[in-house]
C-alpha cells in the first residue's frame, strides 16, 4: 500500500485525548501516565509513590549518571542486611534487561534518552504527526540541555517511579517513532501502550515493534494486562489493534471532553498476554520476528 512520507501507524489516550489514525496509516493503542503530559518526556520522582529515602535518593542519582552496576551493586550490599521483599522488587526493577535494547529482524527498540533530542523535536514539531500520534501533548522545553535533561531522567526511571517505559523504534539505522508503556501498575499486572511512527517504514516496522513489546512485557516485566483505546470513527486503527491481537470490550460513552467543549466516546480495546495469546498470534510473531 502506497503511503505518504509522514505516516503515524499508531496512536493513544490519556483520560481526555483519543488516539487516531485515519486513512493516512495503519494504528493500535493507548494511554500515557497521568504524571506527565501524555506521551512526551519526563517521569515522576519516587519508588512506588512514597517519599523518597536516602536509598531511593542515592540511586535515582546513580541512574541518573549511567552508574546501573553501581545502583545494582548498592542494593546486593543492602539486600544482605535487609533481606525485605519491597528491597528485591526495587532490586528486580534494577535489572539489566530494562535497559537493554530489544532486536527483531528489521526493528531494535532502544530506551529513549538524550540521543533522541532530534527525533522528538522533529515529531512535536510535525502538527499532522502530533495530530494521529497525541493531539494534546504537552509543548517541549525550547532549551536543549532541558529536554536532554528530561529525556536522561525518563531513561533512567524505573516503573515504579514513572509507571511508564518509552523506547525509541529505531528501522535499520533511522529513528523511525516510539513506543510508549504507560499507567503500570506492577502489582495489579497490567498496563497501557502508545506506538507512532514517523515516515513511511515498510509495512511490518509497526507490527514487528508492537509484537517485540508485547513479548518484552510478558516475558521480562510481569505485565499480564494490555489496553488501548479509539475514536470510534477510526475504524481502521480498531481493525490493526485486533490484527495484533487486541479484543474490542466496549465503548466509554462521552468519556472525552474536546477542546471545543463536545463529549466523545472513546473504544476500549485489551489483550492478556497469556500463553493462549502467544498461540493464536504465533503465524504472525513468525511472520514478523522470523
Not at 496512536?11 to 501524555?38: F, H, L, V
Not at 523535536?121 to 497525541?134: L, Q, V
Request: net charge positive.
Amino acid at each position: 500500500m502506497n503511503r505518504p512520507p509522514v505516516n503515524p501507524v499508531a496512536t493513544g489516550t490519556d483520560r481526555g485525548k483519543a488516539g487516531d489514525t485515519t486513512d493516512r496509516g495503519d494504528t493500535a493503542q493507548a494511554a500515557p501516565e497521568p504524571r506527565t503530559a501524555p506521551g512526551a518526556p519526563g517521569g515522576a520522582a519516587t519508588a512506588g509513590g512514597h517519599s523518597p529515602t536516602r536509598l531511593t535518593a542515592h540511586l535515582q542519582h546513580l541512574r541518573r549518571g549511567g552508574q546501573y552496576a553501581a545502583a545494582r551493586a548498592l542494593l546486593a550490599r543492602a539486600l544482605t542486611r535487609i533481606p525485605d521483599p519491597a528491597l528485591r522488587q526495587i532490586a528486580w526493577q534494577h535489572e539489566p534487561f530494562w535497559w537493554a535494547p530489544l532486536q527483531g529482524p528489521r526493528v531494535r527498540l532502544v530506551r529513549r534518552g538524550p540521543d533522541d533530542i532530534e527525533l522528538v523535536r522533529r515529531c512535536w514539531a510535525d502538527a499532522e504527526f502530533m495530530r494521529h500520534f497525541h493531539r494534546g501533548a504537552a509543548p517541549l522545553p525550547a532549551d536543549d540541555a532541558a529536554l536532554a535533561d528530561l529525556l536522561r531522567n525518563e531513561q533512567a526511571a524505573i516503573p515504579s517511579e514513572s509507571q511508564a517505559l518509552h523506547w525509541t523504534i529505531e528501522v535499520g539505522s533511522t529513528k523511525a517513532g516510539f513506543v510508549s508503556i504507560v499507567n503500570i501498575s506492577l502489582r495489579q499486572r497490567r498496563a497501557e501502550c502508545l506506538i507512532g511512527i514517523h515516515g513511511d517504514h515498510g509495512p511490518f516496522a509497526y507490527a514487528e515493534a508492537a509484537h517485540l513489546m508485547f513479548g518484552f512485557l510478558a516475558e521480562r516485566a510481569r505485565i499480564e494486562r494490555l489496553t488501548a483505546h479509539y475514536y470510534p470513527e477510526n475504524q481502521r486503527a480498531i481493525d490493526s489493534a485486533v490484527a495484533l491481537g487486541f479484543e474490542v470490550e466496549g465503548t466509554l460513552r462521552g468519556y472525552l471532553r474536546e477542546p471545543d467543549g463536545r463529549r466523545s466516546d472513546l473504544v476500549v480495546a485489551g489483550m492478556v498476554l497469556d500463553p493462549a495469546f502467544f498461540e493464536r498470534t504465533a503465524r504472525l510473531r513468525q511472520r514478523v520476528l522470523g
